[in-house]
């Protein structure tokens, strides 16, 4: 079905002689267990990959049999500036002395309006690395940060998500035929 609402999209932009342009990579916010975890500055690790084996056939020369396997996701890295509020520390701490409490991750992707367009599922998160901030006396201007990575059981873009991106993508398609009216 979203191959279908795909091709309808594509065929009334270039009918219409409408752009839909990607959306800014800066802004999106993180929720933890669904609940909003502050302003990041980074997130990285949005990724998965599947793991192939080759395989030679007897006798077959001219390619050899790529077949898939597991799949690997490698760390989620969230980024922020240091603010009062230490919720990832705390967790972490938690974590090594112990608490192996896992925890769900929604990383959302806003329009300029701020509002969600789509958005990752990343599923029992566990803080595994923390990095606090770099202290330089001669940089000013340098924003105290830190840095926590998580190892997680897999990242899903829910339908909901692909369907809310569609409809947005057919309102920014209306909103420029109309002019905004």
């Known amino acids: 079905m979203s191959i279908g609402i795909n091709a309808a999209l594509v065929a009334s932009r270039n009918h219409l002689g409408v752009r839909l ?21 980074a ?8 793991e192939v084996t080759g395989h030679d056939e007897g006798g077959v020369n001219g390619y ?12 989620l890295v969230l980024t922020r500036g240091v603010t009062e509020l230490d919720t990832l520390y705390s967790w972490h701490a938690r974590v090594c ?3 192996l409490t896992r925890r769900d ?32 006396a001669m940089q000013s ?14 990242i899903d873009k829910p ?16 909103e420029s035929e109309t002019g905004g009216r």
């Open 21 to 41: 342009d990607p959306h800014a990579g800066n802004n999106f916010f993180v929720e933890v267990d669904g609940l909003l975890a502050g302003s990041f500055s």
């Open 43 to 50: 997130v990285g690790g949005l990724q998965s990959e599947v």
């Open 64 to 75: 050899r049999h790529q077949l898939p396997g597991g799949t690997r996701h490698p760390r």
């Open 97 to 99: 002395r112990g608490d």
């Open 105 to 136: 991750i929604t990383v959302m992707l806003l329009d300029r309006r701020h509002v969600p367009v789509m958005w990752w599922n990343v599923s029992a998160a566990l803080p595994v690395k923390w990095v606090g901030p770099d202290f330089n």
């Open 141 to 154: 201007s340098q924003i105290a940060v830190e840095r926590i990575e998580l190892v997680h059981r897999g």
């Open 159 to 174: 339908l909901l998500s692909r369907g809310v991106g569609a409809a947005h993508a057919v309102a920014e398609l209306v």
